[in-house]
């Protein structure tokens, strides 16, 4: 069993930077995709990014491309998430996933077997 706990969040303002952080436990980090997802108020839940387990590979929705910057550190067993440049519109809760199952990332919520608790980001305009 995966445990994941997000930290990091808060209130900014528009073009301020946050990071976001994810630890896991309870299983083999080292050996699986990780993603963040997030979920606005009103509105379903969507991928943000996405790494497989090496960090050697990473996809983005077009969204946040340029501007995000996803990268693991598996000795800490943990994923980060730079956000730079952040806009009202990225205000939502964001949440970290794990896919033990796959190799590869994936932009899927499905393909994410376990999930942390979010973590709320605020962006003030």
């Known amino acids: 069993q995966v445990q994941l706990v997000e930290s990091g969040g808060g209130l900014v303002q528009a073009g301020g930077s946050l990071r976001l952080s994810c630890a896991a436990s309870?299983?083999?980090?080292?050996?699986?995709?990780m993603a963040w997802f997030r979920q606005a108020p009103g509105k379903e839940r969507e991928f943000v990014a996405a790494?497989?387990?090496?960090?050697?590979?990473?996809a983005y929705a077009d969204s946040v491309k340029g501007r995000f910057t996803i990268s693991r550190d598996n000795a800490k067993n943990t994923v980060y998430l730079q956000m730079n440049s952040l806009k009202p519109e990225d205000t939502a809760v964001y949440y970290c996933?794990?896919?033990?199952?796959?190799?590869?990332?994936?932009?899927?919520?499905?393909?994410?077997?376990?999930w942390g608790q979010g973590t709320q980001v605020t962006v003030s305009s």
């Open positions: 996933a794990a896919a033990p199952k796959y190799f590869s990332v994936s932009r899927f919520q499905n393909a994410y077997d376990y």
């Open positions: 309870g299983g083999t980090f080292s050996r699986y995709p």
């Open positions: 790494i497989n387990w090496s960090g050697g590979n990473t």
